[in-house]
């Protein structure tokens, strides 16, 4: 069971997140933090790995930085590769310890390392035992298709490597995240079937799913041929039949997401408002901060200023104010949409019930739409 799924922890996430309901809270209680642009693989997708390097926050100004939040109730650590830094194992212990009110930590890696991730996350678990530890393995299709997707030969089995040993941690809580290009959307029923046969009790609900964006200030791939806006008619129908009814906190909002996507896929707003700078935000691996990792609009640097006097700021104001008449463009990503989700519940459950109701609805008459014709 996910720590999130204990009445006391529901309780209390659901207690920090009722304050961003009301109101704009002080500091953010979620942030995105970039901790490196370096990565050893050769993505299609991403061109992180072609940016300079220097400049990244040290692992000093990364303790101060996380001991600024005190409202701070689900972090997300990412990359580049976040295990290409050496101090990869004291950041994450720092990540876990320092906010007071953290109830979910989630990393994301490529697996490549095995030894050192599984290392660092056992002793990540070990700072904190109260706190949700949820670490994504990033594997983008089977052995083929992922090693051409990630530009190193041997990268899915060292991912699978990786997804295996974790598995086997006690208290951790083990995702497999997709992007989706066209480079793999006719392999992901095929990489399912490799999931389930290789990793004994997988299941399709601890699979997650990105759609490939483009982003100057986090993929670096604003030259690559424009993906797709949405994934392939009926992919998302049959992964949410798939994942079955969901078990735990953190499934339902996978569910809720699917669902919403689904239509966001037909042509429809989303609906929910974006919570980007009224309770989110992301942080560069050079301390720039950005209202999201796809809404290019920097806003000030932690070298020289601190958190608090930013998320203040009218430079932040501004591009607030822009976000909610979608000036930034709108969009529902998956690192977006969960905030949105949580921050928003009533237009979550009246656009939940309107787009479950049309669903129903479109079944009886037609059967399932990827079915259709």
């Known amino acids: ?64 930085l996380l001991s600024s939040l005190p409202r701070l109730v689900w972090l997300d650590v990412t990359g580049g590769e976040p295990f290409v ?55 983008d299709g089977p052995p083929s298709v992922h090693d051409a997707i990630r530009g190193r030969p041997g990268s899915f089995e060292r991912a699978l490597a990786t997804l295996r040993a974790l598995w086997a941690l006690p208290g951790v809580e083990v995702h497999v995240g997709t992007t989706i290009t066209p480079d793999n959307a006719d392999a992901i029923d095929e990489l399912l079937e490799c999931l389930l046969d290789a990793v004994p009790g997988f299941h399709a609900r601890r699979w997650h799913f ?21 994934p392939p008619a009926g992919l998302l129908s049959r992964l949410r039949r798939r994942r079955g009814p969901p078990t735990g906190l953190v499934e339902l909002m996978e569910q809720l997401y699917l669902l919403h996507l689904e239509f966001v896929q037909r042509g429809e707003p989303s609906g929910i408002p974006c919570q980007a700078l009224r309770s989110t935000l992301f942080v560069s691996p050079e301390g720039e901060l950005y209202p999201c990792h796809l809404y290019d609009r920097p806003l000030g640097n932690l070298r020289e200023h601190d958190l608090a006097t930013l998320w203040a700021s009218p430079a932040v104001a501004a591009a607030r104010r822009d976000i909610e008449a979608l000036a930034c463009g709108g969009c529902f990503s998956a690192c977006e ?8 519940p009533v237009a979550t459950v009246r656009q939940t019930a309107r787009r479950a109701l049309t669903l129903w609805n479109e079944r009886r008459a037609h059967g399932p739409r990827d079915e259709i014709g």
């Open 337 to 344: 949409a969960y905030p949105a989700l949580a921050g928003a």
């Open 85 to 139: 830094r050496r101090d990869a194992q004291e950041l994450l212990g720092l990540a876990m310890q320092r906010p007071p009110a953290l109830q979910v930590l989630h990393f994301q890696t490529n697996g490549w390392a095995t030894d050192r991730i599984v290392e660092a996350t056992a002793a990540t678990r070990a700072q904190r035992t109260g706190v949700e530890l949820i670490v994504t393995v990033s594997i």
């Open 210 to 230: 990105n759609w490939a964006q483009v982003s100057r200030h986090f993929y670096g791939n604003e030259h690559v041929r424009a993906w797709p806006k949405v």
């Open 1 to 64: 069971m996910s720590l999130l799924d204990h009445p006391t922890r529901r309780l209390a996430l659901v207690g920090r997140l009722a304050e961003t309901w009301v109101h704009r809270p002080p500091s953010p209680t979620r942030v995105v933090l970039d901790v490196t642009r370096r990565c050893n693989l050769r993505c299609r997708m991403c061109h992180t790995w072609r940016a300079p390097s220097e400049g990244e926050l040290t692992l000093s100004e990364l303790d101060a």
